[in-house]
């Protein structure tokens, strides 16, 4: 029950941001900018202090430790690859092509005998 009423507290304090920098139109554009901020960072301490908040942050912590021990092709690689693509994509195109003007050949001129 506590864990909800953090994240009410949480979800008001940032609306409470948003409201505020539309709210506040005749005040000067970087103090809003700076009420909003700084009702996103009291809501996202306010979720961070909840269990599921923690789990959050955890599994973000986790995600950014695997993505730096991904290890991404060289240029060299990239090129090839985007080759392989591409010549795999005319070849489809040219199928598809050859399939359709089959298809309309055959339904067109043999058997409804409209193109003549």
Excluded: C, H, N
């Excluded at 900018?33 to 912590?61: D, H, I, M, N, Q």
């Excluded at 090129?79 to 067109?108: H, N, P, R, S």
Aim: hydrophobic share 60%.
């Amino acid at each position: 029950m506590a864990d909800k009423i953090k994240f009410l507290l949480a979800l008001l304090l940032l609306v409470a941001g948003v409201v505020g920098f539309y709210y506040f139109t005749d005040v000067a554009a970087i103090w809003r900018v700076l009420g909003f901020l700084a009702g996103l960072a009291l809501s996202v301490l306010v979720a961070w202090k909840t269990e599921p908040g923690r789990r959050f942050f955890e599994f973000t912590r986790e995600a950014i430790a695997e993505t730096k021990k991904v290890v991404w092709p060289s240029r060299k690689e990239t090129m090839q690859l985007t080759g392989v693509v591409f010549a795999f994509v005319v070849i489809m195109a040219i199928f598809l092509w050859l399939t359709d003007k089959t298809v309309e050949w055959a339904l067109y001129d043999l058997i409804l005998g409209w193109k003549t």
